[in-house]
T-cell receptor, first 113, second 114 residues
Framework: NAGVTQTPKFQVLKTGQSMTLQCAQD?????MYWYRQDPGMGLRLIYY???????DKGEVPNGYNVSRLNKREFSLRLESAAPSQTSVYFC????????????FGQGTRLTVV | AQKVTQAQTEISVVEKEDVTLDCVYE???????LFWYKQPPSGELVFLIR??????QNEISGRYSWNFQKSTSSFNFTITASQVVDSAVYFC???????????FGRGTSLIVHP
């Protein structure tokens, strides 16, 4: 019972490089989310997908893109990484209307140098 | 717009003390859900409790208890007889009934000293 799986767990990028963070859930949830966690800032929503085929911006979307590949997978792409994107990234999923709490992946610690 | 305020940035207690973590929320929705999560030093986010806006009953689970008061828009979390293993960052979160998108507070870091 894997829940939400994120890859990679750690990554170091140089400024300007691109990368994609992968996320998959096996709970058949409709909604998926990407958050970033910075010291003293809590978790801030980057993008979310309310259902397969839809994506919307959250609080801090600049510099990111997302793809809801299918119901299971929701990826986050940094096209040109900047030091300000150094953070811990969490993917989450939930099923609105039933068990409404979000289930989180283990997080990806990203450092941009 | 939704907002969750955790005014306590860091709390330091000695083992066996009781401690209360405050959470105040703002929403215009009449239906909403409140949550608490724990983030231990290992970094994962652990779900603790869910409460919907129509259920103001307080809840107790072992040493943990939660006090939900709609009149003051608060959902406070009390740990009785704290233990070193309770040391973690605790997040309060709010999901409106329409979008269900969770909004998180900034978290309270609890340090329990032996």
């Amino acid at each position: 019972n894997a829940g939400v799986t994120q890859t990679p767990k750690f990554q170091v990028l140089k400024t300007g490089q691109s990368m994609t963070l992968q996320c998959a859930q096996d709970m058949n949830h409709n909604s998926m989310y990407w958050y970033r966690q910075d010291p003293g800032m809590g978790l801030r929503l980057i993008y979310y997908s309310a259902s397969e085929g839809t994506t919307d911006k959250g609080e801090v979307p600049n510099g990111y893109n997302v793809s809801r590949l299918n119901k299971r997978e929701f990826s986050l792409r940094l096209e040109s990484a900047a030091p300000s994107q150094t953070s811990v990234y969490f993917c989450a999923s939930s099923e609105p209307g039933s068990r409404t709490e979000a289930f989180f992946g283990q997080g990806t610690r990203l450092t941009v140098v | 717009a939704q907002k969750v305020t955790q005014a306590q940035t860091e709390i330091s207690v000695v083992e066996k003390e009781d401690v209360t973590l405050d959470c105040v929320y703002e929403t215009r929705d009449t239906t909403y859900y409140l949550f608490w999560y724990k983030q231990p030093p290992s970094g994962e986010l652990v779900f603790l409790i869910r409460r919907n806006s129509f259920d103001e009953q307080n809840e107790i689970s072992g040493r943990y208890s939660w006090n939900f008061q709609k009149s003051t828009s608060s959902f406070n979390f009390t740990i009785t007889a704290s233990q070193v293993v309770d040391s973690a960052v605790y997040f309060c979160a709010l999901s409106p009934g329409g979008s269900y998108i969770p909004t998180f507070g900034r978290g309270t870091s609890l340090i329990v000293h032996p």
